[in-house]
T-cell receptor, first 111, second 115 residues
Framework: DQQVKQNSPSLSVQEGRISILNCDYTNSMFDYFLWYKKYPAEGPTFLISISSIKDKNEDGRFTVFLNKSAKHLSLHIVPSQPGDSAVYFCAASVSYDKVIFGPGTSLSVIP | DTAVSQTPKYLVTQMGNDKSIKCEQNLGHDTMYWYKQDSKKFLKIMFSYNNKELIINETVPNRFSPKSPDKAHLNLHINSLELGDSAVYFC??????????????FGPGTRLTVL
């Protein structure tokens, strides 16, 4: 039972354009959401997070949007750079409990 | 100055063998984790320790036994290895076990191949 879904296994975007990575979840109890970025042969690294009491969080080129009614969140990267090419994992948790990861979306930013 | 380190990076072994993967963090974190990334690329938590105490133990075969000699180390011992154990195993740590406030720092992963 996948509680966190990333339905696009891959995404290609031109350098300088916007990248939008989507994530859907099924558990309405999730109250904290995170995005991790992973390069090949490395572990995931934390990128940005959002609490369920917010609908937007921004950090430089990265913005996460949360739509609780739709159980959907998205990560926007503007402008996209070749160094952003990586696998992006959406993750969610209920406070004091484990983090559930999605299967990841592989982003390719084309120069 | 590696934050979370794992050894070995690659491990190839025969079915039925016993093997260990070591993990160390120098971040002073209280909580450490083991994750398994299977062939479908899902990262699934296996265990979590907070100050050497087991706090999360997912439905993992009891052939897998974590050992935390101190809060900077969390080793994973696997008995009687099976083909299905082939995966990438990631160690991680966080300041405490509350995902609400603390992101997790991951090691580089150990690719285990069981032949």
């Amino acid at each position: 039972d996948q509680q966190v879904k990333q339905n696009s296994p891959s995404l290609s975007v031109q350098e300088g354009r916007i990248s939008i990575l989507n994530c859907d979840y099924t558990n309405s109890m999730f109250d904290y959401f995170l995005w991790y970025k992973k390069y090949p042969a490395e572990g995931p690294t934390f990128l940005i997070s959002i609490s369920s009491i917010k609908d937007k969080n921004e950090d430089g080129r990265f913005t996460v949007f949360l739509n609780k009614s739709a159980k959907h969140l998205s990560l926007h990267i503007v402008p996209s750079q070749p160094g952003d090419s990586a696998v992006y994992f959406c993750a969610a948790s209920v406070s004091y409990d484990k983090v559930i990861f999605g299967p990841g979306t592989s982003l390719s930013v084309i120069p | 100055d590696t934050a979370v380190s794992q050894t070995p990076k690659y491990l190839v072994t025969q079915m039925g063998n016993d093997k260990s993967i070591k993990c160390e963090q120098n971040l002073g974190h209280d909580t450490m984790y083991w994750y398994k990334q299977d062939s479908k690329k899902f990262l699934k938590i296996m265990f979590s320790y907070n100050n050497k105490e087991l706090i999360i133990n997912e439905t993992v075969p009891n052939r897998f036994s974590p050992k935390s000699p101190d809060k900077a180390h969390l080793n994973l011992h696997i008995n009687s290895l099976e083909l299905g154990d082939s995966a990438v195993y990631f160690c991680a740590s966080s300041q405490d076990g509350l995902a609400k406030y603390n992101e997790q720092f991951f090691g580089p992963g150990t690719r285990l191949t069981v032949l």
